[in-house]
């Protein structure tokens, strides 16, 4: 199943991106296009590798493993996925370009749904159903994917559609994110008890994973998110302040109009 997906993918990827014919040779430079290919091949790649057996077979024999496993699928691939601006190329293919800003409705619930379906994984029933072979653990992989590839989509531009976010509000985004993740972690790495009837020590490096290499994505998109606020905040001409990626003018002093002439006055 997995593999069918990855395929179909792939397949639609290629043909939203088509462009006409040229009859003059490329410029050999590295362009940005060529870099949006490699990112969605080793970003599908990833994802069909680490979900096909006999990868996922190995992985499913350890706790701390399934999340690495699960960490890498949603901070690894779903990003590498989403620098490939694969949205306006899907969108072309079915006739419908678009070329705004996203909407913030969107961008509440690609949030909602991105760490509800992180924390969900960790209910340990849900945990129990998901941990063997079969349909259900891969199309619960799948839609959880789904789930990170639209909450990574509301902070990552896919030219030349734009984030409803500006950066300011993806770095809130993104911190707050990055704390419900560490809370897992905490839980995970404190417990007295194991939760999933596997050893405390696996469990506990599980919570490990989640704490630093869990949250290292976030930590770079939050630090170009950063760099792009402040660099956007120095280009800004004098008389302008920022207001979360807006600017107003700053209002210029009274002057009074002298409605009296010096004749009048005398």
Known sequence: MVFAVCVLVAVCYWAGGRRPVRLLPKPRRWSARQWRTTAFVVGLALLAL????????????????????????????????????????????????????GSRWMAALAFIGFNGGLLLAYVPPVYALTGSAGLVR????????????????????????????????????????????????LVLGFASTPFYGVPLFDQQVAAG?????????????????????????????????????????????????????????H
């Open 209 to 265: 994973v989640l704490l630093v290499p869990g949250v290292f994505t976030d930590l770079i998109v939050l630090t170009v998110c950063l760099y792009l606020w402040l660099g956007q905040d120095a280009r800004k001409p004098a008389g302008r302040f920022d207001t979360g990626g807006r600017t107003l003018p700053v209002a210029t002093p009274f002057r009074p109009l002298v409605s009296v002439t010096s004749s009048q006055a």
């Open 50 to 101: 680490i979900l096909s057996d006999p990868v996922d077979g190995w992985i499913r024999e350890r706790f701390w493993l399934r999340t690495a496993q699960l960490v890498i699928l949603v901070m690894v691939a779903a990003p590498l996925l989403v620098l490939s601006a694969p949205l306006p190329r899907f969108a072309k293919l079915i006739g419908r370009p678009r070329t705004g800003a």
């Open 138 to 185: 891969q199309a619960g992989q799948i839609l959880l994917v789904f789930v990170a590839v639209l909450f990574w989509s509301q902070v990552i531009a896919q030219p030349p559609r734009r984030c409803a976010l500006n950066h300011i509000e993806r770095v809130a985004y993104l911190v707050l994110s990055s704390v419900l993740i560490r809370v897992l972690g």
